[in-house]
Each structure stands twice: as structure tokens, then as C-alpha cells.
């Protein structure tokens, strides 16, 4: 018996390694229009493209709740925030079904490395390595459950490309492997690398159509919102030097608030000529981070050239949301408008990929876990929400896959007073409704891409809006959205999942 066990076993390891390896390489408030494959006016990202012109881009990729915590749950599990479990920053139960444990159970090599932030510890993996809630920038120490390790004299995109090399290079041979690459950047604060911050120090950038956004015509929740680049951007995010005599509480106070003037080379700045000094300067650091993610991912993508499992393996880069770069006059994410509810979406398998090709489906990261599965040739389980991008990501298109896509954002009170709201998006219309509020938007996408004319009051506008708002309570009742979550939420973002260490530090 055992001699014909073993016989088994090694006519499997053929088939099993000859599943792809998945690569998932995602960064943090990455906003698609700041990379050049989609586009980009603001920036170059040539190893990104290098995933794009190999493989394929989808042009409409969304989250269904535009916000980090819930973001990477939905990942795990492939299922809505209110059947996860993790509507805003509640910590993720790991003992409930996740892609991670399923792929490690039919054979995986399973790897997370990187920005985790979901408050309790991975499962699902063979090996992890993680930042300790947001983590920092420079020095970062990253915690495994063995113990931790400050990167002294490091930057964290830098770590985090390094450590995924490292566990590629270390993978038991006879298995493929899942890694999940999770990076910082470029998250708030929007520390770069120095090389880069010197590359982007002197540039300037175009400002977005909707920049000066006065809001006329929307509901409540926009003019309430305090994610302002005028209001709210803080001195510590714009990189302002301190008083040399401020210290302790009194420091942190100067830093945290948001400057009403600024004086640059010997001119004092105000009104529209201080937001647009801002709106320079904050682009200047997250860009400049973004190009740090850039070059890791170039790293990656030479060592798997070098070693030649680039043919085998499924690389794939997104992020876990959108991010507003001024357009509306704001920045982080959280509103389901354009720039912070659409992702982007890269994906290169050489030999089943089309390269250069692209998609106009309708996408979510819903469906994210079920490709992973499905790239496998693993069954999807029945309770994932979302469906494989396998069909699409082979040129074909299935006669029913979907066209439109259901958003939910519960986070109200909370960080940036930006009010609770669900939704719905087709390929040419959006219905948003702030259920608190019980006020309602509708724009035309195709006639106002940049979302200033709310129509809903429009009476030639009330048969298309009667059509969407009896779609969105059909996906409601089909994602089983039962709104059964309190107002009361978790609030914290900043601190989400501080772990305790493991072990005194290691100086590597």
C-alpha cells in the first residue's frame, strides 16, 4: 500500500507543478490614472506597462467598497464586506474559508508578504512576513511568528520587493506558489525613497478638470466631506519644517493641523494660489512613491525573466482602492465617484494571454479569489460572490456576465466625515444614495465623466433612474445585503491592527 501511495504521489507532482505559479502584487490607494498604461498625464510607470503590454489591462475594474480594511477581506474571501464580516476596520475572523487555505490545501506554496492590515494574524500561509498595521516607511519592521525585524537604515517598497524575491527563491521546488506582495505605498503619509523624491521635487503636474469643484448641485455628504486639499491636508503631509522650539503635544498639534498660508522662496501663499501650491506638493510625494513601487515591480518581474518563471506564472498587480489626486479638490477615497471606486488591473501569463490585449468587462475584486482558484483548476465555491476572470482573461467574454456593479460604503461617522452611501455603476450611469441622509445622486457618465451634473431631480432622467434603483435592490437581495450592521462601527484607521510583536527586534 505504501509503495502504490508513493506511485501516486509522484504522478501527481508533474500536473501539480504544472499549474501556474500566481504572483498578486497589490499597492495601497494606487489610483489607476496615475499609471501611464492607463493614460497617465501625471507620470511614466515603464515595469507596470511591462505587466500590461505582456498581458492584459482591464479598463473597468471596481472595488465594492473603496477602503483599505474591507478592501483586502473581500480579497481574501471573495465575498461582500457584509458576508465577510469586515465592513470597515473590524479585525478579519482567519478562521473562515479564504483563497490562502484553499490553494495551500490543493498543493500551494503559499506566501504574504508585505501590508496586511486586517488586525489578526494571516492564515492561510505557509510562510508571512508582515508591517504591524499601516507600518512606517523608513526603518520598517515587519513581524513573522517567529519574531520581528527593523530594517534600519531601509524603505519599506524597497523591503517588501526584496522579501518576495526571497521567498520565491526559497519556494519548495515541487510545488507552485501563491504570493501576495502587499505594499505600503503609496499610502498617507507619502514618504518616498530619496532617489525618487528627488526625481519629482521640481515637477509640476496638470490639474484635474473637476480641481475646483464647487459642489453645486450635489447632496450634503460632498460639502461635508473632510478630505479637502484646501482643508484638510496637514502640514505633516505637506513636509512642512517645524518651529525648532515645538516639542511633544504642542509639535504634534502644529503638524496635524492644516496650514491656512504658506511661505515659499519669500512669497506668502493663500486662497487659490495656496491649494494649488498644495495640490503640487502632495503630488510631487505620491507619485514619487508610486515610482518606488514601480522599480520593485521591476525587480520582480527581471527575476522571474532571469530564472525563467516568467512562462509559469501568473503575475497581477492592483491596488486595494482608488485615490482622488485633486479631482473634486480632494484626496484619500471612500466616495464611490470615478477616481476612487475604479482600480487597475494587470494581469501577464505568457502562452494564455493575449499580449497587449484589454477588456471593457465589467470587473470587481469580488472576483478576485475565484480566478485564483480557477487559474488553479480548483472548484469555486458556491458562497464566493464573485466569478472567475478566466473566460476574459482568454478573449471570451461570456453572454452573461455582468453589467453593472454593486458598492457599499459604511464607514459613517468616520474618518474624513465621509457619509455612508451605497450604489450602483453600469458602463455609462451611476445611482449613489446616502441611505443616512436619504438624498440621492445621478450622473450620466457617458455625457459628464468627471461626475458635476447630478440629474437626479431631471425629470428625463426618471425612467433610467426607476431602471437602476430596481437593479440595485435585485443585487441587494442577491448579495444577501440585509443591512444587519449597526451604526456603530470600529473607527480606526490609522492604528488598524497594531500586532503585538513576537520576539525582542532582530537588526538584519
Not at 501511495?5 to 502584487?25: D, E, G, M, V, Y
Not at 459604511?410 to 455603476?425: E, I, Q, V, W
Amino acid at each position: 500500500m505504501k509503495v502504490i501511495t508513493l506511485f501516486l504521489l509522484a504522478l501527481s507532482l508533474p500536473a501539480l507543478a504544472a499549474r501556474p505559479n500566481i504572483l498578486f502584487i497589490m499597492t495601497d490607494d494606487h489610483a489607476a490614472h496615475a499609471l501611464s498604461a492607463y493614460g497617465s498625464k501625471l507620470n511614466q510607470t515603464p515595469n507596470l506597462d511591462r505587466i500590461a503590454s505582456g498581458g492584459m489591462l482591464l479598463k473597468n475594474c471596481f472595488v465594492t467598497t473603496s477602503i483599505c480594511t474591507p478592501s483586502r477581506a473581500t480579497l481574501l474571501t471573495g465575498k461582500y464586506s457584509h458576508r465577510n464580516g469586515v465592513p470597515v476596520f473590524n479585525v478579519f475572523d482567519g478562521s473562515q474559508q479564504t483563497v490562502s487555505k484553499l490553494l495551500q490545501k490543493a498543493g500551494y506554496h503559499t506566501g504574504m508578504i508585505g501590508k496586511w492590515h486586517l488586525g489578526s494574524d494571516p492564515t492561510g500561509f505557509d510562510y508571512w512576513n508582515i508591517l504591524p498595521g499601516q507600518g512606517a516607511y523608513r526603518n520598517p519592521t515587519l513581524y513573522t511568528a517567529e519574531g520581528t525585524t527593523t530594517y534600519t537604515g531601509k524603505y519599506a517598497t524597497d523591503v517588501i520587493g526584496d522579501l518576495s524575491i526571497d521567498f520565491i527563491k526559497a519556494r519548495p521546488k515541487d510545488k507552485p506558489f501563491l504570493l501576495f506582495s502587499h505594499h505600503k505605498a503609496p499610502h498617507r503619509n507619502w514618504t518616498p525613497d530619496e532617489k525618487n523624491r528627488q526625481l519629482f521635487a521640481n515637477r509640476t503636474f496638470p490639474f484635474p478638470a473637476s480641481f475646483k469643484d464647487d459642489y453645486a448641485g450635489r447632496t450634503d455628504a460632498l460639502r461635508e466631506n473632510e478630505q479637502t486639499l484646501m482643508r484638510d491636508l496637514t502640514r505633516n503631509d505637506l513636509k512642512l519644517t517645524p518651529p525648532a522650539d515645538l516639542k511633544g503635544p504642542a509639535l504634534n498639534e502644529w503638524l496635524s493641523a492644516a496650514p491656512t498660508e504658506v511661505t515659499v522662496e519669500g512669497k506668502t501663499l493663500t486662497g487659490d494660489a495656496l491649494l494649488e501650491w498644495k495640490y503640487q506638493r502632495y503630488l510631487q510625494d505620491y507619485l514619487a512613491c508610486v515610482q518606488g513601487v514601480d522599480d520593485n515591480v521591476g525587480k520582480l518581474l527581471d527575476y522571474l525573466k532571469e530564472t525563467g518563471l516568467d512562462q509559469n506564472t501568473v503575475v497581477i498587480y492592483t491596488s486595494d482602492n482608488g485615490f482622488f489626486l485633486g479631482e473634486h479638490g480632494l484626496f484619500d477615497k471612500r466616495f464611490m465617484y470615478e477616481e476612487s471606486m475604479r482600480i487597475p488591473f494587470l494581469v501577464r501569463w505568457p502562452g494564455h494571454i493575449p499580449a497587449g490585449s484589454a477588456s471593457e468587462a465589467v470587473v470587481a475584486n469580488i472576483d478576485f479569489a475565484p480566478t485564483f482558484l480557477a487559474l488553479a483548476g480548483e472548484p469555486i465555491p458556491t458562497d464566493m460572490q464573485g466569478r472567475s476572470l478566466l473566460p476574459l482573461l482568454e478573449g471570451k467574454t461570456p453572454a452573461d456576465w455582468r453589467t453593472s456593479v454593486y458598492y457599499r460604503y459604511y464607514h459613517d461617522p468616520g474618518h474624513h466625515n465621509t457619509r455612508a452611501h451605497y450604489g450602483l455603476r453600469t458602463a455609462t450611469q451611476k445611482l449613489i444614495y446616502y441611505w443616512k441622509k436619504d438624498q440621492w445622486e445621478f450622473y450620466d457618465l457617458a455625457s459628464d465623466p468627471y461626475e458635476m451634473h447630478n440629474l437626479y431631480a431631471d425629470p428625463a432622467q426618471q425612467e433610467a433612474i426607476a431602471k437602476l434603483k430596481a437593479e440595485m435592490q435585485r443585487q441587494k437581495s442577491h448579495f444577501q445585503d440585509e443591512d444587519q450592521f449597526a451604526d456603530k462601527l470600529p473607527d480606526d484607521d490609522v492604528d488598524r491592527g497594531k500586532n503585538r510583536p513576537k520576539a525582542p527586534a532582530r537588526k538584519p
